[in-house]
């Protein structure tokens, strides 16, 4: 049970929105409070700051953690997944689109899952990009890693291209897409903020999928303003619900917009496991 985002907007600041769920199966109640404010690049601070609170079934709080690495834990795995079972199984060359923490979390997910050999960056500050490089090129010492010009010269040769930004304007377009490849899109999660361009959105290669109908059609930009069909949650191809084989003629894009019961889901097991610790 999962509504959709309870937003606030923050004038000339941000938003600051909530995710609560609850998982019946398991008496899992929780709620994840999250604050979106892009101007912290600005301040070396993140740009999302997040808390979760897990309650048990009478209401009572039992733990309140920080958000952050499990959000940005959870949002890369959930990308590497849904690329796994979308992409070309031989994808080697990944493209980032944005250096915040997505970007690291999610080459890192992307690494486990795939045999990368090459990661290109573009960041709209060089110096973010130029960092994460950095980062990157001693984490995976596997992978040629560069810092990219243009988003063009990012993607034009990537089996895998994420999107981590807080953009709320298109950054990538089709002919930054070769055919064959997969799109992430993890940024542009209200319905004025773009990643994606027309053009791209609603080219007769793509094929959309989404964590969640709902949340497409009611919370991201990209599909609320070109209308474009969600071809599949992606939980629907994971259980054989909707059958997708990977096609080099095709161009796929996962739309991430993150579940409240990703979140909550998560936030139990680190708690279960402190809880573990502790009796040990």
């Given at each position: 049970?999962q509504p ?5 907007s ?15 199966s ?6 994840k ?9 600005n ?25 952050e690495d ?5 949002t890369?795995v ?14 080697r060359?990944l ?11 999610h080459?890192?997910?992307?690494a ?17 990009a130029e ?12 992978c040629?890693v ?7 010269d ?6 895998i ?17 070769k055919?064959?490849a ?6 542009g ?5 773009r990643?994606v361009?027309d053009?791209l ?5 793509l094929?959309v ?18 209308k ?28 991430n ?10 936030a ?11 009796s040990?």
């Amino acid at each position: 049970v999962q509504p959709l985002r309870s937003l606030v907007s923050l004038p000339e600041f941000g938003r600051f929105f909530t995710m609560p769920a609850f998982i019946p199966s398991q008496n899992i109640l929780g709620v994840k409070n999250v604050a979106s404010i892009p101007s912290n690049v600005n301040h070396d601070l993140p740009t999302h700051l997040a808390t979760i609170q897990l309650y048990n079934v009478r209401g009572q709080l039992i733990c309140d953690m920080d958000g952050e690495d499990i959000t940005g834990i959870r949002t890369a795995v959930t990308s590497a997944v849904a690329t796994a079972t979308l992409a070309n199984p031989d994808s080697r060359r990944l493209a980032l689109v944005g250096a915040g923490v997505q970007a690291l979390t999610h080459a890192r997910a992307l690494a486990a899952a795939f045999p990368l050999s090459h990661i290109t960056i573009w960041n709209r500050t060089a110096l973010r990009a130029e960092s994460l490089v950095g980062v990157l090129r001693e984490e995976l010492p596997q992978c040629t890693v560069e810092h990219c010009q243009t988003v063009h010269d990012t993607c034009k040769n990537a089996d895998i291209i994420c999107t981590v930004t807080s953009s709320r304007s298109p950054v990538l377009s089709l002919g930054d897409v070769k055919d064959g490849a997969h799109v992430n899109v993890v940024g542009g999660t209200s319905p004025s903020a773009r990643e994606v361009a027309d053009d791209l959105m609603l080219s007769e290669k793509l094929r959309v999928f989404a964590d969640s109908y709902d949340s497409a059609y009611k919370e991201a930009g990209d599909i609320m303003q070109t209308k474009v069909e969600v071809y599949s949650e992606i939980g629907e191809v994971f259980a054989g619900k909707k059958d997708y084989t990977w096609s080099p003629s095709n161009v796929t894009l996962f739309k991430n917009s993150g579940l409240g019961c990703q979140d909550v889901v998560c936030a139990n097991l680190v708690y279960r496991k402190y809880i573990e610790n502790q009796s040990c």
